[in-house]
């Protein structure tokens, strides 16, 4: 499933790949050492790798937040925040009122904030609901 996005690959490969990037953001390993641990799998352009590297970690990073937002009693929104390209992908979902919160502001649950665009090194932080400041 992660891989889909950025390499049309033989399912066999493609798992190796979701599998070797799976235990790395889980480990926190660093961009350089995933690259190095997807090569061994998958031998591709280091760029072709780094993309998929920093596309599926800040994905899952992103994910995560999501998932935590949705369990919480205090999180009311994810505030999008774009990436330090200011691509047009996260500067524009940035800028977009969706629900009436404020630019930016989406509620736990919309995938949308996961994977604005490849490579986006967007972040989220939660919007708390006042009543707990
Ligand atoms: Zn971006």
Known sequence: MLSDRVWRLAGDERDKIASVLRTDILRGESVGTMIRNVRRVHDNDTWKIERLVVTEGNTAYRAAADFNAKASEVVTGLRLHPGIKRSKG???????DRYGLGKGVFLPGDSDVYNPHPNCTSYVTY???????
């Open 127 to 133: 919007e708390i609901d006042s009543r707990w400041l």
């Open 90 to 96: 996260c500067v524009d979902l940035a800028n977009e």
